[in-house]
């Protein structure tokens, strides 16, 4: 699995643009870049993903690195219901997915 | 809205029970998968199912079994719990091969104190 490097922590003021970033020098060549989240109390949810080019979707944008060593996970606004763990995964789809420890992100309003 | 539900949001056994959470997708999904989760030690995975009647052991399958007879339905066991079998539980659910465009669903979770 490839080895993924976040911040533990990262605080944001509401309605204000958030950038979360993730390292993963050892990414393989198949695997998608894929971004849960995982609010108090609850199982994660699928946020994102990508290969190579950028994505939007209606919940976040991800950036991701021409040499795909890094990406960055965009929320454009951040509300209080963005406060959650999100976590970054490599992820092949040919094993299970492999959670890491996340970004805890605080939204102070 | 798509769904994994899993049968019981708190749960509290004693020691030397044998327990069973149960996991219900509406989706279709061919993979099921069951995590749990501890403070300090994030999401490890426990036992996973690519197809009914199939089981695979994930990262931590010790003192747990699976079973699988219908397609929806994923029920993880604990044979005879353990205090150190108390946990965040999660249930979750995708499609098969690249379900790379998907992405897992997961159920709220079910939290087990064993006592």
């Known amino acids: 699995d490839a080895k993924t490097t976040q911040p533990n922590s990262m605080e944001s003021n509401e309605e204000e643009p958030v950038h979360l970033p993730c390292n993963h020098s050892?990414?393989?060549?198949?695997?998608?870049i894929h971004w849960y989240r995982q609010l108090p109390s609850q199982g994660p949810e699928y946020v994102i993903h990508?290969?190579?080019s950028n994505v939007n979707n209606r919940m976040a944008s991800l950036a991701i690195a021409e040499d795909r060593k890094s990406s960055t996970l965009i929320l454009h606004r951040a509300t209080l219901r963005d406060a959650a763990v999100y976590y970054c995964i490599p992820y092949s789809g040919n094993t299970p997915l492999v959670f890491g420890k996340g970004t805890r992100l605080s939204v102070i309003a | 809205d798509v769904k994994v539900t899993q049968s019981s949001r708190y749960l509290v056994k004693r020691t030397g029970e044998k327990v069973f959470l149960e996991c219900v997708q509406d989706?279709?999904?061919?993979?099921m998968f069951w995590y749990r989760q501890d403070p300090g030690l994030g999401l490890r995975l426990i036992y996973f199912?690519?197809?009914?009647?199939?089981?695979e052991k994930g990262d931590i399958p010790e003192g747990y079994s699976v079973s699988r007879e219908k397609k929806e339905r994923f029920s993880l066991i604990l044979e005879s719990a353990s205090t150190n079998q108390t946990s965040m539980y999660l249930c979750a659910s995708s499609f098969p091969g690249k379900g790379l465009f998907y992405g897992y669903t997961f159920g709220s979770g079910t939290r087990l104190t064993v006592v």
């Open positions: 050892t990414i393989s060549g198949t695997d998608y």
């Open positions: 989706m279709d999904h061919e993979n």
């Open positions: 199912s690519y197809d009914v009647k199939m089981k």
């Open positions: 990508g290969l190579t």
